[in-house]
């Protein structure tokens, strides 16, 4: 089936086939959203990325009730820490390093409660989970070989944080040839000056990266 939905999206109208479409939805772990994680101790404040849970939740319901592929990725190291670069375990100075034994377990160790989702985004069975080393989610993961075998060619992304992981993976993913769309209320920014730019920069130039829709612009897709 290859009816396509038409959306009203920026920088001009989105078409895309359901069938053939993936939400892929980044990051949405404690140690990005929760006090006392990964992104606090960076020097964050992490209540901003908080409105994007309920918009997430909203994207992936709607997907999943038009029997979308959901993929949920996750930044997370191996225990032994085989698969973090130095240059990032040692990058910056934060209150704790990537590995260090922090309030919700170890900093972005797999396994770990900080690094699961959080709990509104827990994945349901049959989902994608995707564990990547790196901001972006094709570099060192499966995510290129699991699209191609459904057939995917359209993502719709949400997640966190909009510049560095969502950006990141839209670019990889352009670059492969999916046709990408950020929903707008779905990511968020540490920095909101960062999140505004980020959108203005995915879809200048014509869609340069992609195309930016609020969720109300998605959800009220027309055949
Ligand atoms: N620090 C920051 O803004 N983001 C990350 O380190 N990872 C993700 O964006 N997931």
Redesign the pocket.
Known sequence: NMDTLRVDAQPFAWRFPPARTAVIM??M?RD?ILPGG??DT?G?DVARLKPAVTAALELLDWCRARNMLVVH?K?AHAADLSDCPLAKRLRGDPTLRIGDPGSMGRILIDGEFGADFVEELTPLPGEVIITKPG?GAFYATELGEILKAHGITHLLFG????????Q?TMREANDRGYECLLVEEATE???PEFKQATLAMIRAQGGIVGWTATLEALTHATP
């Open positions: 980044i990051d772990q990005f990964f992104g960076l964050n990725t930044e901001k997640g966190v944080t909009t510049e560095v992981c969502v990141t920014s540490y920095f």
